[in-house]
């Protein structure tokens, strides 16, 4: 399922990069420890991981913005402690947009209730 254009995440680190945006840069995410753990999933979504100087590596649930490859935060940043439960989290999202949100609300970033779907579903 494409999303604005986009079947990979190396699509969207090009149309990023084309707009002027850095999340995807190395150095950006050699200062954060970032990782990409997943590669586009379905709705948009994606799994990354970051890792401050002195702590461990924890886990976000990212999701694609926009047709230029701005990247949003879904949930806490560095809300996950591993990439199975960020992963989790993502497929509960995507039941309760299903079966709550028929209108794709991911258009307008408005995923505030990730970790509530996460407990619900009991993941």
């Not at 200062?31 to 970051?50: A, H, I, K, M, N």
Request: with cysteine.
């Amino acid at each position: 399922m494409k999303i604005f254009n986009f079947d990979t995440l190396a699509e969207v680190e090009a149309a990023n990069k084309a707009s002027g945006n850095h999340w995807f840069d190395r150095e950006t995410k050699e200062f954060f420890g970032t990782r990409l753990e997943t590669d586009l999933l379905v709705g948009g979504f994606f799994v990354s991981s970051e890792q401050p100087p002195s702590g461990p590596r924890l886990y976000s649930v990212r999701r694609v913005k926009n047709e230029k490859g701005h990247i949003a935060t879904i949930g806490e940043f560095c809300g996950w402690k591993s990439k199975r439960e960020a992963s989790a989290a993502i497929r509960a999202m995507r039941v309760v947009e299903k079966e709550e949100c028929p209108d794709c609300p991911w258009k307008n970033n408005d995923c505030t209730g990730l970790k509530d779907a996460y407990e619900k579903a009991n993941l």
